[in-house]
Every structure is written in C-alpha cells, then in structure tokens.
C-alpha cells in the first residue's frame, strides 16, 4: 500500500493519503482529511456520470480497452461464444465457475422449470394497451412479481434475508432467468397480435430455443425452431449477458443496496436499459446506413467525407470503454454473416462491411480510437431475424439478466455492502425568507411556462371558468 502526501500551498500543511492500492485507486473518503475552511467539509471528489469513480469491486467481468478483449471470470468472452451455451456462461457469471456436466443438467432443469408465469400476470400482459411498447411492458411485468412472491420481499421478511439463506437468493435467480424470456415473449406476441405460447415442458429445447418457440409457434401442435437460428442467438446472447459497470448494471447495484427485493432491482436495471442513449442506438444504426445509396466504395468513401465535414459521429462506431476494436463486434459479425446465410442477406450489411473496412483504414478515425461497436451487427442481426425495431431492448435486456444477477448475488456477499448515498454540490439559493402568496410578485424574467398540449384539459379549463362565474 502506497501513502500519498499531499501539501496545501498556502498552509504548508501536509497531508498524507492512505490506501492508495496498487490496482490503481485511492479510497475517496480520504480526501476528507483535507479542510480549506476551518470547520467545514473535507475535499470531495467530483467526478459527474462517475466517468472516474470506482463504485464496487467486482470479479464479474472485465475488459481490456486496448487490447479489445472481454473477459467473464477470467475467460475470455470470445472463446465462451464458439464453446459454451449461454446457460452455462450464465451459470459462471453467477457462481463464478463453468459447471459440470451434473452442475450444468441441474442448472437447466431448475431455470427451465421456472419459465411459467402465473394466470394472473398473464391476465395482467393482456390489459396493456394495445400500442403499448415491449419494454414497458417488461419493465412493469419485471416489477410486478414482486406483488406475487412476498416470501422474496426483504422488506417483510427481514432485510437479511439473502444474506441467511443462499437457497432464497438462489430461488430467485431461478425464477427471474427463468421467467424473462416468457415475459419479452410475451411482450412480443403483444406487439403482433397473437396469443401467448408457453414455454416448452419436455426440457428438450435450450434456452433460446425455447425463446424462439414462444416467439414464433403459430398452430403446430410441436414447433421446434431451426438449431442453427437456436445457436446463433446463443452467440448473441452470450455476447450480451454482461459488460461491467454500465448504466444499468450501477443503477441495478445502487437500487439492490437499499436491500429491495431482486424483481424491483432488476426492473430498475431494465428501465436504465430502455433509456435512448441505450435502446436507440439500434435505430441509429439502421438509420445512418440507410442514408448509403449502395455498397460500392465510392457510395461509401463519400458518406465518410460528409460526416467529416460535418464534424458527425458514426453510429456503430466508437465507445466511452473500448479504445480497440470491441470484441463483442468481432463475435457479432460473424453472426451477422451466418444469418444473412440463413435467413436472406440485407443489403445493409453489405454496407456496413464496407464501412468497416473503409473506417479502419483512415487514419482520421483510427487515429481517434473510432472502431465499430456492439451496436454495428446487434441491430442488423435484429433486422434480418425480422424483429421489429422497438423489440431490440426487449432482445438485449433478456441475456443481460444473467449479469445483473450476477452482480446482485455479488452484491449481498460485499463485506463492506452499505446503501449507496453520493454526494452533491450544492449550487442553489442561500437562505430565503418565506413571502405568503398574496404579497409575491411576478418574477423579472416573465410568468412560468405551464403550456401543456391537451387541447381537451384545456376545454375543461375554460368551461370550469364560466361556471365560477
């Protein structure tokens, strides 16, 4: 452990930080010790979006930005992809470890059983309105299983409950991994108008396929989808099912400190996911290419000079983490390229190749750390599976349960777990004295804006005012 001393030029008082560990981080509280104002606050860090702020320590996952590599508990994410099955790599995220053939049978068995959803939340999916979006539906089915497993609610049975019994915080791992893919199947059906399919009961499917099943069975008395369609969104998903501390997964951590119960963690999670930065990215993509006239290079090269002129970011290109190309991208065009095989190629795909390739060979975006992202090849794979645009949340939320679970199972095991409480810099009014409504005046800069587009409230407004009169 390094001391760092830190010496105040106008006192030449010298401070002297403990902690400072050799992983590259310094305990904030330690800032405290330094007071600029006699009896006030110790030094806080501000660092808004937390951008260089390690929130939790975590042995989930990790990449390497430079490198362009993913890793999920020390295995590389790239590896997990062609090998694995996206159960078991669940089965790692969560408990640290591949399983065994035994581990691995049991783990589907347990998940798989618990894929059925009670009679009155299917009632519940079916009162969403008929325009209702997937996400929001998930996000308020995720939620509302809370209401139907009180025995899960920390908040009735004790706030240790986790941390007493691994059989209840393993109970609702089965049960929420299991349950949220019939829940953004259903969403699904919801979204075209067909009835709800349930969930395979031989066993016989994997996981996607039994997804697949429940998004597509029509009236066969046994739907059994394609296993090459089943594998390939067992790629994705494995892709998918975790990235570190991203938005969601720390808006996840942050809710789970309060002890909440997981369903109402992981709805949280889900609804940062649903946010546009996020979920709109998909559109973006499929947007910008199909601004492209063609594939050709020439079509291509002129739609990069354009957007250097106009200073405009690449969707698909790019991102805050990786500095290199991003692995998930490497894994996804092969995917991509498999489903073209499969189910007919896109002609956006043929675009996006070439732009690729046109992007990593100029200097101008290189030079700049601008190398395709995730959402590249994610929404393509989305468009030629024939997914509508506003499921791709839905799509990506699913596998991405597996490491929200993960870190809130990792989260009830931190030994220095307490509620998460940032701090603020307060920038508002000083101390004001309270004026009783009748003596307050008309601020300087002009009424409020109250315009509210609700031409029928509006209506209501003026009739109201006629009848006082």
Avoid at 60 to 70: A, H, T, V
Avoid at 259 to 272: L, Q
């Amino acid at each position: 452990m390094v001391v760092l001393q830190v010496i105040d030029p106008q006192t030449k008082k010298t401070y002297e930080i403990n902690g400072v560990e050799e992983d590259g981080y310094i305990p904030s509280t330690e800032w405290k010790k330094i007071v600029l104002k006699e009896q006030g606050p110790g030094l806080m860090v501000y660092d808004p979006f937390y951008y260089n702020t390690s929130v939790a320590k975590s042995s989930i996952s990790y990449s390497d930005p430079y490198k362009g590599k993913l890793y999920y508990r020390g295995y590389d994410m790239e590896t997990l992809a062609e090998n694995s099955n996206f159960l078991d790599v669940s089965f790692l995220l969560i408990h640290g470890s591949l399983p065994s053939k035994q581990e691995s049978d049991l783990w589907k068995d347990l998940v798989m059983s618990h894929t059925y959803l009670h009679e009155d939340i299917l009632a519940q999916l079916r009162r969403f309105r008929y325009n209702a979006h997937p996400m929001g539906i998930m996000i308020a089915t995720l939620a509302a299983l809370m209401a139907f497993h009180p025995e899960a609610n920390p908040s009735l049975r004790g706030a240790d409950l986790y941390e007493k019994s691994m059989e209840s915080c393993n109970k609702q791992i089965f049960r929420i991994l299991g349950k949220v893919a019939t829940i953004a199947a259903c969403a699904y059906r919801m979204r075209v108008g067909r009835p709800f399919n349930s969930p395979d009961s031989t066993g016989t499917m994997s996981f996607t396929g039994n997804f697949l099943a429940m998004l597509d069975r029509l009236s066969e008395p046994c739907y059994i989808p394609d296993e090459r369609l089943s594998r390939l969104l067992d790629k994705v998903f494995i892709v998918l099912a975790d990235d570190g501390m991203n938005c969601a997964t720390s808006m996840l951590r942050h809710v789970a400190s309060s002890k909440v119960d997981p369903y109402t963690a992981i709805s949280t999670a889900a609804a940062a996911h649903y946010g546009p930065r996020i979920s709109g990215v998909s559109d973006a993509v499929i947007g910008m290419l199909s601004e492209i006239p063609d594939s050709s290079s020439a079509s291509v090269r002129s739609f990069l000079d354009r957007c250097k002129s106009e200073n405009r970011r690449l969707q698909g290109f790019g991102h805050l983490n990786y500095k290199a190309y991003d692995p998930r991208a490497r894994v996804l065009k092969g995917v991509a390229k498999e489903v073209a095989e499969l189910l007919g190629r896109d002609s956006l795909l043929d675009k996006a190749l070439e732009l690729e390739r046109q992007v990593l060979e100029d200097v101008h975006y290189t030079s700049r750390g601008v190398y395709p992202n995730i959402d590249l090849y994610l929404s393509l794979i989305w468009r030629m599976m024939g997914f509508p645009s506003d499921f791709a949340p839905v799509l990506s939320a699913v596998p991405r349960t597996a490491g929200w679970l993960a870190h809130w199972k990792e989260g009830l095991t931190d030994p220095y777990a307490k509620i998460w409480r940032p701090r603020q810099i307060y920038k508002g009014e000083d101390k004001r004295d309270y004026i009783a409504l009748e003596e307050r005046q008309t601020p300087p800069h002009g009424e409020p804006s109250l315009d509210y587009p609700e031409t029928r409230q509006n209506r209501r407004r003026l009739l109201c005012y006629h009848n006082k009169v």
